[in-house]
């Protein structure tokens, strides 16, 4: 008992250590999945920097080329890159902001390759630290436990030897005993294997006995009583012999269980009892040996008497047996060998034929196919058909609608979510163990993930749930998202490049702060404009500006081109054709008074042709607080100071030093002289609205915006 509860506290020792080792393990295992998760939104986060700075170069690259255009006396002109010096250029403080954005960006994502290094870094050390950790507690443990195995394995040994000892001296004894028990064993074995071997020769004369014909009964007769009188004798005899035998045995049986409890001095005593009655025991045995020994040697000559009178009998059989078969022959058949699925090459199938099997087509020989009608009414071999196997169907990524595979098996074949099918979707398993087709299963190729006016790249391919990543050309916007992945029915999202005519389609890509933007109204034409998110909706593309004293007599090239500042500029003749000219545009105007008073107009319609048509405004549909002063300008075409196109007498331009879309000098001009001068007519050349100051007082400010309806 001892040594099993030693056993068992081992046991339990070593389980204990090998959960507390799994323990730490499993913390091992939660820190490394815990890191991997945080590289992986480290790695997208890289992914994402690394896109929107390759964004920033784009802009960067293209607002260089502007300014060099620029600088070149590029003909696109406006009031925003160099004060004054046209519109496709680039001043050196968006070239500078651009520029820290971009050092932004690749300071951001050095920390973060700083941040995945450091992770790596404390998931290495804490590796080290539970590994060590755990090393420690093994040792400890084991030792303990090493500790307490040899302490239980020392008490369990003087046990042992105390215990082998005392049962040393009663070995002795059982094996003296033993040796008696083996010899009275081998003396039974031996008359039991006479015995059976009498038994044996009985029953064969028996069955020769039972095959005499009726002309031999009474000699028949008298061979059975001999025999039987023998066998009775015989088996009273061993019915005795055994009797006995087994009642010596059991009582010795007996004996011997009663002397293992007793002390050394007993089995002494027992010892002598029974190598007395053994000794007697033997004598019995051998007399009753001796009795069997004659009557036994009596058996065997009347055995050998009997065996004469067989092979007499014998003889007389195996002539009668030939005779029989020299007349049935004629008569044996063996059946039908056909096989199912298979033909033989004769109907015949008497004693001696031999027959050649064939199968049907589709159909392959199991055995041999020649066999022959034996004596015995059986063919020499047997031979079945079995259908041609052509194999597993079933493609990588892909099903089929049963398991069996031989021939003339139909079978469905269908792909599994995300691949589709190349060749025959139903096949059929033919005579040559071949099927009828053969199927694959691709994965869905979503093509080309490239939208219009912008490229894909896809280095691992554009099959199913494989990624691109999704950029447009310069002077286009992403709508959706910049990765997309291949589905089972095609890209997950649909992207597409547009284009950024004016600022409405800023505002709608979700740019919500009021500043300078770069539009494309029309193929090739690109410009920058300041763009008004803010206002009634946001979304405004701003076309004049004043707000501080500036000089606006300027000559019809100029207005043509554009010119100013960002904060006081005119877009430019050309431009504002380019924008109205692609699109249904409405006109806000905003007015402010000194001292700060504000007033609008609105118009739903608004429109400048080109300069073949004089840069012709179109106008309608007002609305607003300011008074309606500008529909006298409609269908006017603009006059400067050097092209008067007005309906007046002289020309407005000069009179009022100001360019617009003059009737006869008419109701509103913005783009007076600043503050008010008064002409020599007494006229007031400024910042006119008619129908809400009158023609005495200039405006403090005015911005005259567009916007897409």
């Given amino acids: 008992m001892s040594r099993h509860m030693a056993i068992v506290v081992c046991f339990a020792i070593v389980l204990m250590s090998y ?49 060099r255009n620029a600088s070149a006396g590029s003909n696109i002109g406006g009031p925003f890159p160099d004060y004054g010096q046209g519109m496709a250029g680039v001043n050196q403080k968006q070239i500078t902001d651009l520029k820290n954005k971009l050092n932004a960006h690749e300071n951001r994502l050095n920390r973060l390759f700083s941040t995945v290094n450091e992770i790596h870094e404390v998931k290495n050390s804490s590796k080290r ?34 215990l082998k000892s005392h049962v040393n001296v009663k070995v002795s004894l059982f094996d003296q005993i033993h040796n008696l028990s083996q010899s009275v064993i081998s003396e039974q074995n031996k008359l039991s294997t006479r015995i059976d071997q009498t038994d044996a020769n009985i029953i064969r004369l028996d069955g020769e006995v039972n095959k005499l014909e009726v002309n031999e009964m009474v000699e028949k007769k008298e061979r059975n009583e001999i025999i039987k009188n023998l066998k009775d004798e015989l088996l009273q005899l061993n019915a005795g012999v055994k009797t006995k035998f087994d009642d010596r045995v059991n009582a010795l049986q007996n004996r011997f269980e009663e002397s293992t409890t007793a002390n050394l001095a007993v089995y002494k005593d027992l010892e002598s009892q029974i190598s007395v ?101 059986v063919w020499s071999d047997s031979a079945t058909c079995n259908p041609y196997d052509c194999g597993d169907p079933t493609p990588d990524h892909g099903t089929v609608n049963t398991t069996v595979t031989t021939y003339g098996t139909v079978v469905k074949v269908s792909c599994n979510h995300g691949y589709v099918l190349s060749g025959e979707n139903i096949v059929k398993c033919n005579a040559d163990s071949v099927w009828s087709h053969s199927a694959t299963c691709n994965p869905y190729d979503c093509g080309s993930a490239a939208p219009e006016n912008g490229v894909a790249s896809a280095p691992n391919g554009t099959t199913y749930q494989k990624q691109a990543i999704v950029q447009c050309n310069a002077g286009y916007r992403l709508n959706g998202s910049s990765v997309i992945e291949c589905n089972a029915t095609g890209w997950n ?60 007599y300027k000559s019809w090239a100029e207005y043509k081109a554009g010119f100013g500042d960002e904060q006081n500029f005119w877009l430019g003749n050309e431009k504002i054709f380019a924008l109205t000219g692609s699109g249904d545009y409405r006109l806000r105007v905003d007015l402010t008074r000194v001292g700060g008073e504000t007033r609008f107009a609105s118009y739903k319609q608004f429109a400048v042709s080109g300069e073949n048509d004089l840069y012709r405004l179109t106008i309608a549909d007002y609305s607003g607080t300011a008074g309606d002063s500008l529909s006298d300008s409609n269908n006017k075409a603009f006059s400067a100071k050097d092209r008067d196109y007005d309906l007046y007498s002289i020309n407005c331009a000069k009179l009022l030093r100001s360019a617009w879309w003059f009737n006869a000098c008419g109701y509103a001009d913005l783009n007076g002289s600043y503050g008010g001068d008064r002409n020599v007519e007494g006229l007031v050349s400024g910042l006119i609205w008619y129908h809400w100051l009158g023609m005495d007082e200039s405006l403090a400010s005015s911005e005259m915006k567009i916007r897409r309806r």
């Avoid at 896109?51 to 080329?65: G, H, N, R, W, Y």
């Avoid at 195996?318 to 039908?336: P, S, V």
């Fill in 129 to 162: 630290t539970a590994k060590a950790d755990i090393e420690k507690k093994c040792d400890d443990r084991f030792n303990a436990l090493q500790k307490k195995f040899e302490e239980t394995a020392a008490a369990m040994m003087k046990g042992y030897n105390e």
């Fill in 277 to 377: 009655q053994l000794k007697d025991l033997s004598k019995s045995l051998i007399t009753e040996q001796n009795k069997l020994s004659v009557r036994i040697n009596q058996s065997d000559a009347n055995i050998v008497r009997l065996k004469d009178g067989l092979n007499t009998l014998d003889d007389f059989s195996r002539a009668i047996e030939g005779l029989k078969r020299r007349t049935d022959k004629c008569c044996i058949d063996c059946g039908d060998p056909t096989p199912e699925h298979g033909t033989v090459n004769t109907t015949v199938t008497k004693y001696g034929t031999v027959v050649k099997i064939s199968c049907n087509h589709g159909y392959v020989l199991s055995g041999e196919n020649i066999v022959k009608c034996n004596a015995d009414s």
């Fill in 493 to 552: 999202d649909s992207v597409s490049c547009v284009i950024q005519r004016d600022c409405k389609d800023w505002y709608t890509s979700g740019f919500r702060d009021t500043g300078i933007y770069t539009i494309y109204p029309n193929p090739g034409v690109i410009f920058q404009v300041r763009c008004d998110m803010e206002t009634d909706g946001g979304g405004w593309t701003v076309i004049q500006r004043r707000v501080s004293a500036s000089d606006f």
């Fill in 19 to 67: 959960r507390h080792v799994t323990g730490q393990a499993h913390d091992v295992a939660k820190l490394d999945k815990r890191l991997t998760s945080i590289k992986s939104f480290v790695d997208r986060e890289i992914i994402d920097i690394r896109f929107q700075i390759s964004e920033l170069k784009m802009t960067v690259e293209q607002m260089v080329v502007d300014q």
